[in-house]
């Protein structure tokens, strides 16, 4: 429970370092659960650009989230024990999918 409450402060922490425009579509598509469809028409922007905006905020998200110190494998069921800001093996191709890694399960 203490590893869920830490990854949230560093979620927390880690959105607010976005750039606006990438922490808004991360939370539409995350939070709201709208689809790439959807989240184009409530900003009036084009498919292709939303797509890329995702990717981008995933990207950024990740980064950020690597930078306090997790990694996609602590987010499986682990916190932050044994690792340390220069161990991580991130890359950002593991946010290529739909389902980026750092998304919530459940």
């Given amino acids: 429970r203490a590893a869920g409450r830490d990854l949230g402060r560093a979620l927390e ?4 370092g976005l750039r606006p425009q990438y922490r808004e579509i991360l939370l ?13 028409e409530v900003l009036g922007s084009p498919l292709g650009t939303v797509k ?6 995933r ?6 989230l ?4 997790w990694d ?9 024990e ?12 593991d946010c290529r999918s739909p389902e980026c890694r750092f998304r919530r399960s459940g």
Avoid: Q
């Fill in 66 to 69: 690597a930078g306090l110190g």
């Fill in 13 to 16: 922490r880690a959105l607010r």
């Fill in 28 to 40: 539409l598509r995350f939070v709201e659960e709208l689809s790439y469809e959807e989240i184009a």
């Fill in 52 to 57: 890329i905006h995702l990717f981008r905020a």
């Fill in 82 to 93: 044994g690792r340390t800001a220069g161990s991580r093996r991130y890359r950002t191709r």
């Fill in 72 to 80: 996609p494998e602590d987010l499986g069921g682990g916190g932050r």
């Fill in 59 to 64: 990207r950024d998200l990740a980064r950020a």
